[in-house]
């Protein structure tokens, strides 16, 4: 969990956010700034936890993450439930060494089952010096 991240003002007009529909731009602003979220951008978020939080019904959920997805603002893996916000270290860049191996340490927490891992790490590892094989 992480006390503070930015959203951009830009949220509302960036070609990623711009054209999802209301219920898919509420799911992203909440996967920036809920509870669950972390420094690195990726974390285990069971549908469950989205609709107590939002009061949403699980189909509303689901179809919420297709279109972030979609749109490649998120990406999710059904078996393992981890989620990575994928612009995230691109916002929150980490600010100093420690936040760099906090997030590196997260990061490496993705269980290898999880189908987007080998996209994240070759995407944000290098910036969060992970030195990381696929199993």
Same mark, same amino acid.
């Given at each position: 969990?992480?006390?503070?991240?930015?959203?951009?003002?830009?949220?509302?007009?960036?070609?990623?956010?711009?054209?999802?529909?209301?219920?898919?731009? $509420? !799911? &992203?602003?909440?996967?920036?700034?809920?509870?669950? +979220? /972390?420094?690195?951008?990726?974390?285990?978020?069971?549908?469950?936890?989205?609709?107590?939080?939002?009061?949403?019904?699980?189909?509303?959920?689901?179809?919420?993450?297709?279109? $972030? !997805? &979609?749109?490649?603002?998120?990406?999710?893996?059904? +078996? /393992?439930?981890?989620?990575?916000?994928?612009?995230?270290?691109?916002?929150?860049?980490?600010?100093?060494?420690?936040?760099?191996?906090?997030?590196?340490?997260?990061?490496?927490?993705?269980?290898?089952?999880?189908?987007?891992?080998?996209?994240?790490?070759?995407?944000?590892?290098?910036?969060?010096?992970?030195?990381?094989?696929?199993?």
């Amino acid at each position: 969990m992480r006390d503070y991240g930015k959203v951009y003002s830009t949220f509302w007009s960036s070609e990623t956010t711009a054209d999802l529909c209301d219920d898919s731009k $509420l !799911l &992203a602003i909440y996967l920036m700034t809920c509870p669950h +979220s /972390t420094i690195a951008g990726v974390f285990r978020l069971p549908d469950g936890y989205v609709s107590e939080d939002l009061g949403w019904d699980l189909k509303r959920v689901q179809k919420g993450f297709v279109e $972030l !997805l &979609a749109k490649g603002f998120a990406n999710r893996c059904e +078996s /393992t439930k981890w989620v990575w916000v994928c612009k995230h270290l691109e916002w929150n860049k980490p600010e100093n060494p420690n936040q760099r191996k906090s997030a590196a340490k997260i990061a490496l927490s993705v269980p290898d089952g999880c189908v987007w891992k080998p996209d994240f790490m070759r995407v944000c590892g290098e910036q969060l010096e992970i030195s990381w094989t696929p199993p």
